[in-house]
């Protein structure tokens, strides 16, 4: 089944502690993409791939980090989180075809306490 | 500058009827692609339906169907028959090019309730 999965699906933690949020697709695409999603600011794109190495800053990076090393995975990786990341994430990927359907993972609810 | 506009922040329709969500749009792009994302409970994001501007004719995917007036940059998605699983936010979006970067601009969403 063509899809992309995020994990952990949940997750509590501490303010400082660095986390990992993995995003894999089994589609072979090209572009992949990270997203936030918070009431009344809507989903907000952090960082995107092209392609394997290489990647770009979107709308709001900062506190994010992320890295390309496989074609099918591309993780997001948060050094010292704080409260304000508290968030839901997405991670989607795309053909990479200028118009192609970008198609999202379940999401990843973060608490930082 | 490119914007999406949803204006109904919400809408309840009774079961087995028709629906309507409206959405409107501006760019300065004369090809591009439009979707409707559904965000259900689970808070998952599932692509609904995709249009392509270029295309004359409305998509439609089994009981949900779009309305794509390109001059008037409107692009509403009607649902059919509705089900209580249509219970859901819905997004209009669509893909903002700047160089390797196709970033989806959402609208503010609509949250659409089915009663039994």
């Known amino acids: 089944e063509a899809q992309v999965t995020q994990n952990p699906r949940y997750l509590i933690t501490v303010t400082g502690k660095k986390l990992t949020v993995t995003c894999s697709q089994n589609m072979n695409h090209e572009y992949m993409s990270w997203y936030r999603q918070d009431p009344g600011l809507g989903l907000r794109q952090i960082y995107y791939?092209?392609?394997?190495?290489?990647?770009d800053k979107g709308d709001v990076p900062e506190g994010y980090k992320v890295s390309r090393k496989e074609k099918r995975n591309f993780p997001l990786i948060l050094e010292s989180p704080s409260p304000n990341q508290t968030s839901l994430y997405f991670c989607?990927?795309?053909?990479?075809?200028?118009?192609?359907?970008?198609?999202f993972g379940p999401g990843t609810r973060l608490t930082v306490l | 500058a490119q914007t999406v506009t949803q204006s109904q922040p919400e809408m309840s329709v009774q079961e087995a009827e028709t629906v309507t969500l409206s959405c409107t749009y501006d760019t300065s792009e004369s090809n591009y692609y439009l979707f409707w994302y559904k965000q259900p409970p689970s808070r998952q994001m599932i692509l609904v339906i995709r249009q392509e501007a270029y295309k004359q004719q409305n998509a439609t995917e089994n009981r949900f169907s779009v309305n794509f007036q390109k001059a008037a940059k409107s692009f509403s998605l009607k649902i059919s028959d509705s089900q209580l699983g249509d219970t859901a936010m819905y997004f209009c979006a669509f893909p903002l090019l700047t160089g390797a970067n196709s970033k989806l601009t959402f609208g503010k969403g609509i949250t659409l309730s089915v009663r039994p």
């Open positions: 989607a990927s795309a053909s990479g075809l200028t118009w192609s359907t970008q198609y």
């Open positions: 791939s092209m392609n394997v190495e290489v990647t």
